[in-house]
């Protein structure tokens, strides 16, 4: 009897590969300098920012700071308040996690999706921030499936004296 090779073998290696080459060519390469070159003419928050956290099934986010917080804003929509939950992982590390649940699905006349594009499921994203931050006075809102998260900034007066033990 004759076997035939299995087509889908090594696809997963195949997909994460083209993944890894999508990160290449849109988010481009951070020069000794400090100056960022786009590769591909992608630069940053260009497409290939925006386009890969929904190629992955993640959320989209964005991150700010002023002199006192660093502003994290995620969009979460379908997902429910108690679905989510927020960690510090280190002082310049943020975690969100969250679960978007579909509680019906809607099909076409026989019984099968004639479309299906929104995902369902865990998703994470692991955040570094710009700046280190405390838990400590954080604030947080989730308004419409928008999350957005205020921490406050770790500061250290310069000139003070630190007592010997």
């Not at 060519?25 to 020069?31: A, N, Q, S």
């Not at 002082?91 to 369902?120: D, H, K, M, N, Y």
Request: aromatic share 6%; proline share 5%; net charge negative.
């Amino acid at each position: 009897m004759a076997y035939r090779d299995n087509p889908f073998e090594g696809l997963g290696r195949q997909f994460d590969d083209m993944l890894s080459e999508m990160e290449t060519r849109f988010r481009g390469v951070m020069l000794g300098s400090g100056q960022y070159l786009p590769a591909g003419g992608f630069g940053p928050g260009g497409v290939g920012d925006r386009l890969l956290p929904a190629v992955r099934g993640e959320f989209r986010i964005d991150v700010q700071e002023d002199l006192d917080d660093v502003v994290v804003v995620a969009d979460l929509p379908g997902v429910e308040r108690e679905n989510i939950a927020v960690r510090l992982l280190s002082p310049e590390q943020l975690e969100i996690a969250c679960e978007r649940r579909s509680e019906r699905q809607e099909t076409g006349e026989t019984g099968q999706f004639v479309r299906q594009e929104r995902t369902f499921g865990y998703m994470t994203r692991v955040i570094p921030l710009p700046h280190e931050v405390t838990a400590e006075g954080a604030r947080s809102s989730f308004t419409n499936g928008v999350l957005e998260l205020r921490l406050r900034k770790m500061t250290v007066e310069r000139g003070t004296l630190i007592p010997l033990e």
